[in-house]
């Protein structure tokens, strides 16, 4: 049994799995939590309470929530696609749960640390697009079909400005590992010295998560709603659930590649991880103050901004990035 | 290549949760179904159409697009993990290879290609 | 041991993908699989230590490429195949000869007994990351093909635009900013329709 413990292969998988559980478990109460803020947070911006029947001030809400949802009858639409159908909203909770794996929550607390954190993200999140495109096309619905293909559409022409955007922050750092760059800002987090980027990266989140103001392709008073009408019980529970966690995991990156992840003042590096749950808290509050503030863009002016405004910007920030860095450099 | 032994793990965990959430339901969930459940949403009138209509070509237009402007970006990633070593010579070229790709992108813009009025 | 295990599950699903795109007979299944299979050739480059690669095979293969090739699919509506019996059997013939070159291919790959597996690993890249690696190489070495390549991109862009507005577009004169333009139904009927639609208001 000890033979068995100190084997190294042993060990790795062994705090994996601990790690994985952890994240796993407290990023699906997270969720369920977030939605329930969220929804007392939109209620008292426009002056009502919010939920507060269920349980004290509303908190059992969520279990109530997720009750309903797993006993409700489910439609499939006659001649949708029986298996692309149920795929689609696992891809959209898959590929946000999977990049929690490279995201530094403490100093000793990473899933594991890989070379191409950066990169890992940006493979999941061009996944995260097929759970839209096929949600849509499976349903053999006008009206979802053509919300998904809207809805793939922007989630690409954003992701173009959000990859480049974050290669400023890679010169500054010289390494696509999540965990050296969260170390490289130990002293100054690197929103300081790229403003531009994390701007342009907070706003290509809004859009890739389709969150308002971009949220033109689910709205409620268009296109019923969108790639999701003809989905109910968990399945629509899961498209709901992978887009809060969509919005948990950019925003943890965001914290993670401009406000410096789980650096912090005053507190000793086993509880480092406070910090990174604070700066995470304060970008999905933004998140949802920016919902219940802004008109919702109009498909046009929302493509027109991802190609013509976001996507120049973020190459002119590479390139004076690449500049003022060789400059300072080579002085 | 043993650090990616977790990322496996946690993906085989995320795929279970999600089947088993899926299947949970799938058992628990009452079954009464009849053809009007089934016929597809149309705001309570009866459809009208199928629904696999012909879609604008700005779609395409903008996947393509998607695809030319992400390769930029996936051969700007190892000049900037390798910036430092690369020095002026670096910069010079990664600043060539995206003044190019910008003609194309002022071409865009000037055949209005990527304008969605409708 | 393990990593033989793990290249040879991830080579199995590659297998199995790669033909459950040619054996579907529905297109956009086809299009699922072969993104199951680019995702399992992006872990075997994980296998091979080229990190960067495996990645970058997810972002673009599966993440842009096949993108593209959903919404053409949908765009062409394509049903299942309902072509005549001569033209399954032409193609059909021309898919069995292509298999015997590529199986002949392979056995004669197979019966070298060349070592399965990567060979020795170059060193240096340990430390300092493939990225890095790639990035050192390809712009001293290779900058020529490097550079070569923003203008197949640049090709590739504006022979995209040129072919997509030939297709798609209403005749100029008739559209202006700020009026809906002519519903496009289908792109191919939206241009008699304009012609038809102008000469009235010309007479108006």
Redesign the interface.
Known sequence: MKALFDNP?FQ??FW??V???II?NGL?GLVSYMILAERKIAGRMQGRPGPNRVGPAGLLQPLADVIK??????????EA?R??F??A??LA??PA??T???IPIGPNFT??????GL??F??MS??G??AV??GG?S?????A??GG?RS??QM??Y??AM??ST?GV??LT???SLVQIVKAQAAIPFFVFQPLAFLIFMITALAETNRAPFDLPEAEAEL?AGFH??YS???F??FFLGEFTNVITICAVATTLFLGGWNGPWLPDSLKFVWFFLKLAALVFVFMWLRWTFPRFR??QL??LG??VL??LS?AN??VT??A??WI??R | MREYIPVLLFLLAAISFAVITIGASHVIMPRKQNARKMAPYECGVEPVGSARNRFHVKFYLVAVLFILFDIEAVFIYPWAVAFRQLGLYGLIEMSLFILILLVGYVYLLKKRALDWEN | MIAQAVFAAFAGILVVSSLLVVLHKNPVTSALFLVSAFCSLAAIYLTLRAEFLGMVQVIVYAGAIMVLFLFVIMYLNLKTDLESGAQIAVRRGIGWIAGGVLVAEAAAFLSRRWTLGPAAAPEPMAAAGNTQAVGQVLYTRYLFPFEITSMLLLVAMVGAIVISKSRGAEPKATFERGRPAAPAAEPGASAPAAAAGRDPESNA
Do not use: Q
């Open positions: 292969d790795l998988v994996a799995l790690k994985i559980a796993l699906l949802l797993f006993f409700k009858e489910e439609f499939i639409p006659a696609n298996v692309v149920h795929i909203p696992m909770v898959i749960l999977v929690f794996s490279v899933v594991t640390d890989i070379n191409v990169l890992l940006l493979a061009s996944i697009v097929y495109t096929l096309w349903s053999n619905n006008k009206y079909l053509l293909l793939s559409a690409i022409s992701e173009l990859g480049l290669i890679l010169l010289g390494s696509l019923v009408t003809e019980s968990m399945k529970g899961l498909y046009d493509m027109d190609w013509k996507l120049p190459l590479v390139m690449g500049a860095v060789y450099h080579n």
